[in-house]
């Protein structure tokens, strides 16, 4: 009997500790909050835009396989929109097919929080994914500035890729942009040109951020770029996904 009394509380001493050692690590992981754009009309075209699905999935992958825990939350909630191209498979990453059979991620987007519903002492970095659909809403929107603002101002990373950078042009920190004097990059004019929608969008991303006193510099198309200045994180184009996730992973655990 001494012995199954023994052999009990050593089971239940073991299980205690495991539960604890599982609290302190929930307390510990790092949490991100991902802003998803909610526009999916492309202009006037008729065509339609929303997020471009390697921005998204590089990323998320990148952190959330590094114990990461993953928050997204868009304008309106709910069912962010995908633009059409960057499902097509002519685009396809090996993340981006991860993301297509991704069911539980998949589900995950379907129920993002409204970005009027977050609160940012709950994170402890913000990442904006690409594609056009941003530089018509989140590049507007006063809940999405001033989180920035409210992220930067707490020391938290502020991270962003391809045409999000462009969410920043009226971003304000004690009243002067945050992006003044800051080295920066995003989707260049040359990108803009190549994909034949200079005339489209409502601004071009290069033109804005020096227009606000941006350092901004870029590389040559389609290749990976990123560039760090302080808790400022910014990638140029698709293909830098992971770098920024990278540089914001790096921030993370230092």
């Not at 809940?143 to 101002?153: C, H, K, M, P």
């Not at 950078?165 to 803009?192: I, M, R, W, Y």
């Not at 991303?205 to 770029?225: C, F, M, R, T, V």
Request: charged letters at 25%; aromatic letters at 8%; proline letters at 6%.
């Amino acid at each position: 009997m001494k012995k199954i009394a023994l052999f009990v509380i050593i089971a239940l001493t073991i299980n205690c500790a495991k539960t604890t050692a599982q609290k302190v690590n929930k307390k510990n992981m790092k949490k991100v909050l991902f802003v998803v754009t909610s526009h999916d009309k492309l202009g006037n075209t008729g065509e339609k835009t929303g997020f471009w699905t390697e921005e998204l999935a590089a990323p998320y992958y990148a952190l959330a396989d590094k114990g990461v825990e993953i928050t997204i939350a868009t304008p309106l909630g709910g069912q962010p929109p995908i633009d059409p191209k960057s499902a097509d498979p002519a685009s396809a990453t090996e993340d981006t097919k991860r993301f297509d059979a991704d069911k539980v991620l998949l589900e995950k987007l379907k129920h993002t929080i409204k970005l009027s519903d977050v609160n940012p002492a709950d994170y402890d970095a913000v990442f904006y994914p690409g594609g056009h659909g941003p530089l018509w809403d989140l590049a507007e929107d006063k809940n999405s500035a001033a989180l920035i603002t409210a992220f930067y101002t707490q020391n938290k990373p502020v991270s962003f890729v391809c045409h999000a950078p462009g969410v920043l042009k009226d971003v304000k920190v004690n009243g002067e942009f945050l992006v003044k004097g800051k080295k920066v990059t995003g989707f260049s004019n040359a990108e803009e040109e190549a994909v034949g929608l200079t005339k489209i969008v409502p601004f071009l991303l290069e033109d804005a951020l020096q227009k606000d006193g941006a350092i901004y510099s870029k590389g040559p198309n389609w290749e990976p770029y990123a560039v760090e200045d302080g808790l400022l994180i910014t990638g140029q184009n698709p293909a830098s996904s992971k770098l920024v996730a990278e540089k914001l992973l790096q921030k993370l655990t230092k």
